[in-house]
């Protein structure tokens, strides 16, 4: 594969923009990574509108970066410091280009959904990352827009060389274009898609960027250091054999993304610069929180509302315990405090998590887990060495860090064996104190007897054995019922059940 771009071939694309931008009032958004694709789709437009006459630049286009907070750091930097540079190019040359960083909402971090829900990590049969940290942030800015304006039109740098699954969903929308190079987006009324470099190579992207100088001001070349620093044989070939690496496969993203075995952008970067072996300790704590080795361990065998449900004869285990969820805030922190006091000095203000996402975690673990003893602001002095400012907290005080222990001591000496039984007294505890707190009576039986229905296993054991004989009934008065589950189970355990077995507990 080769590049087979020329300057004909780009001058052209940057008539059809200049083209298109003039055809009608409708603003344009520009989707911006700080990737490849991206830089030369923006790239391209740039030099199209910077020809038109300043009297023609009447249109808005917005530049729009997603920054899910736990973007690469060293990408995160690139994106930063990209985006400083377009707003003064543009405004020192009076063009239309207006930048924007969009974050998820704090209560759809990535943070706050591992650490603060205990929402195990994405993987192929649970991916609740990209939605939440990518998907509505774009949707709500660009929602936004089209009610301001009626229409948008996206400008993306997709390609069909990408993958043939994106070449398969680029034609089929192709099909359906309303007007030339416009394709509708198949999730939002009123937006239209343009794909300038719909049908370019990795190869033509990058002659592209090196032939034409960055608009700008910031350096392709430095881009291309970037990806070579990320492949793990240190090497960027414009002509991609096969047999030859291709920065095209080179993959920024988060560096938190399980999705993936191995992160190898991440890995490759730490390998061929010792300036950014700071990064090392990132990639040994994904690996970690990552791994499925020992994760079901980890987490509580009730879902995140208390339920049960399982499959070939075991439960399906849910959020992640207290105590994995407060040792991954602490570790999370004590690598910001080093990088912050060692780290290069580019990266001495990072943070790899937020105060805002700090204090969500905080009312998650106190008001919706009934965690009374408040471990975020003790973790953070703890780690951080400074008081944890959260004007807005209202908590109780009755109950702190000394009656948790000590409701935790008596739990563990009165009741050893009853796994769940410190969190059923520190949640009825928390609801009777919260209900006091806020005068506030009604529901409370309500509550108080879900707090209950979460928490009346003695362990694990008895939650499955629980679950075996309420599937049995289903089964034996006709209704949906897991089957693998209790094939499995009665396998396992070499049990039988009778027909109509008459089980009080099959409903509490």
């Given at each position: 594969m080769?590049s087979?771009?020329?300057?004909e071939?780009?001058?052209?694309?940057?008539?059809?923009?200049?083209?298109?931008?003039?055809?009608?009032?409708?603003?344009?958004v520009?989707?911006?990574?700080?990737g490849?694709?991206?830089?030369a789709?923006?790239?391209?437009?740039?030099?199209?509108?910077?020809?038109?006459?300043?009297?023609?630049?009447?249109?808005?286009?917005?530049?729009?970066?997603?920054?899910?907070?736990?973007?690469?750091?060293?990408?995160?930097?690139?994106?930063?410091k990209?985006?400083?540079?377009?707003?003064?190019?543009?405004?020192?040359?009076?063009?239309?280009?207006?930048?924007h960083?969009?974050?998820?909402?704090?209560?759809?971090?990535?943070?706050?959904?591992?650490?603060?829900r205990g929402?195990?990590?994405?993987?192929?049969?649970y991916?609740?990352?990209?939605?939440?940290?990518?998907?509505?942030?774009?949707?709500?800015f660009?929602?936004?827009?089209?009610?301001?304006?009626?229409?948008?039109?996206?400008?993306?740098?997709?390609?069909?060389?990408?993958?043939?699954?994106?070449?398969?969903?680029?034609?089929?929308?192709?099909?359906?274009?309303?007007?030339?190079?416009?394709?509708?987006?198949?999730?939002?009324?009123?937006?239209?898609?343009?794909?300038p470099?719909?049908?370019?190579t990795?190869?033509?992207?990058?002659?592209?960027?090196?032939?034409?100088?960055?608009p700008?001001?910031?350096s392709?070349?430095?881009?291309?250091?970037?990806?070579?620093?990320?492949?793990?044989?240190?090497?960027?070939?414009?002509?991609?054999?096969?047999n030859?690496?291709s920065?095209?496969?080179?993959?920024?993203?988060?560096?938190?993304?399980t999705?993936?075995?191995?992160?190898?952008?991440?890995?490759?970067?730490?390998?061929?610069?010792?300036e950014?072996?700071?990064?090392?300790p990132?990639?040994?704590?994904?690996?970690?929180?990552?791994?499925?080795?020992?994760?079901?361990?980890?987490?509580?065998?009730?879902?995140?509302?208390?339920?049960?449900?399982?499959?070939?004869?075991?439960?399906?285990?849910?959020?992640y315990?207290?105590?994995?969820?407060?040792?991954?805030?602490?570790?999370?922190?004590?690598?910001?405090?080093?990088?912050?006091?060692?780290?290069?000095?580019?990266?001495?203000?990072l943070?790899?998590?937020?105060?805002?996402?700090l204090?969500?975690?905080?009312r998650?673990?106190?008001n919706?887990?009934?965690?009374f003893?408040?471990?975020?602001?003790?973790?953070?002095?703890e780690v951080?060495?400074?008081?944890?400012?959260?004007?807005?907290?209202?908590?109780?005080?009755?109950?702190?860090?000394?009656?948790?222990?000590?409701?935790?001591?008596?739990?563990?000496?009165?009741?050893?064996?009853?796994?769940?039984?410190?969190?059923?007294?520190?949640s009825?505890?928390?609801?009777?104190?919260?209900?006091?707190?806020?005068?506030?009576?009604?529901?409370?039986?309500?509550?108080?007897?879900?707090?209950?229905?979460?928490?009346?296993?003695?362990?694990?054991?008895d939650?499955?054995?629980f679950?075996?004989?309420?599937?049995?009934?289903?089964?034996?008065?006709?209704?949906?019922?897991?089957?693998?589950f209790?094939?499995?189970?009665?396998?396992?355990?070499e049990?039988?059940y009778?027909?109509?077995?008459d089980?009080?507990?099959?409903?509490?």
């Amino acid at each position: 594969m080769s590049s087979s771009i020329t300057k004909e071939t780009i001058e052209g694309m940057m008539e059809t923009v200049r083209n298109l931008y003039l055809a009608d009032s409708i603003p344009w958004v520009i989707g911006y990574s700080g990737g490849k694709d991206s830089t030369a789709t923006l790239e391209l437009v740039w030099l199209a509108i910077k020809e038109l006459p300043e009297e023609k630049r009447l249109k808005p286009i917005h530049i729009i970066n997603t920054d899910t907070l736990v973007e690469s750091p060293v990408v995160s930097k690139w994106v930063e410091k990209s985006l400083e540079k377009m707003n003064a190019e543009a405004e020192a040359n009076h063009l239309p280009f207006v930048t924007h960083r969009l974050t998820p909402e704090v209560n759809n971090t990535f943070w706050v959904n591992l650490i603060g829900r205990g929402y195990p990590f994405p993987r192929l049969k649970y991916r609740w990352c990209t939605d939440r940290l990518k998907i509505q942030p774009v949707n709500k800015f660009i929602k936004d827009r089209i009610a301001e304006h009626g229409e948008i039109i996206l400008v993306l740098g997709t390609r069909k060389a990408e993958s043939s699954r994106r070449a398969r969903t680029m034609a089929f929308y192709e099909k359906k274009r309303v007007r030339e190079l416009l394709s509708p987006n198949p999730t939002l009324e009123n937006e239209l898609v343009f794909s300038p470099l719909e049908d370019w190579t990795d190869d033509d992207v990058w002659v592209f960027l090196m032939q034409y100088k960055n608009p700008w001001g910031y350096s392709n070349m430095d881009l291309l250091t970037l990806y070579r620093g990320a492949t793990a044989d240190n090497e960027c070939p414009l002509q991609a054999e096969k047999n030859l690496p291709s920065c095209g496969k080179s993959r920024f993203g988060c560096w938190v993304c399980t999705m993936v075995e191995k992160d190898k952008s991440m890995e490759a970067m730490i390998a061929n610069d010792d300036e950014k072996a700071w990064m090392t300790p990132l990639l040994n704590f994904r690996n970690e929180f990552g791994s499925e080795d020992g994760d079901r361990d980890r987490r509580s065998f009730r879902r995140m509302n208390g339920s049960l449900q399982g499959s070939y004869g075991q439960l399906y285990h849910g959020p992640y315990k207290k105590e994995v969820r407060e040792k991954w805030l602490r570790e999370l922190l004590t690598m910001q405090r080093n990088i912050q006091e060692q780290g290069p000095e580019d990266f001495r203000n990072l943070e790899l998590i937020t105060i805002p996402e700090l204090r969500a975690i905080r009312r998650i673990w106190v008001n919706e887990k009934h965690e009374f003893d408040d471990a975020v602001p003790r973790i953070y002095k703890e780690v951080i060495g400074k008081e944890f400012v959260d004007p807005e907290w209202i908590g109780s005080e009755s109950f702190g860090k000394e009656e948790w222990d000590i409701l935790m001591d008596t739990c563990h000496e009165l009741y050893g064996d009853e796994e769940l039984m410190p969190e059923l007294m520190a949640s009825l505890i928390n609801v009777e104190v919260e209900a006091n707190r806020m005068a506030e009576r009604k529901g409370i039986l309500e509550k108080l007897d879900s707090c209950v229905r979460k928490t009346f296993y003695k362990n694990e054991d008895d939650a499955t054995e629980f679950y075996s004989k309420r599937v049995n009934r289903q089964k034996d008065f006709g209704g949906k019922y897991d089957e693998k589950f209790l094939e499995e189970y009665v396998r396992e355990h070499e049990v039988s059940y009778a027909a109509g077995t008459d089980d009080e507990d099959v409903d509490a």
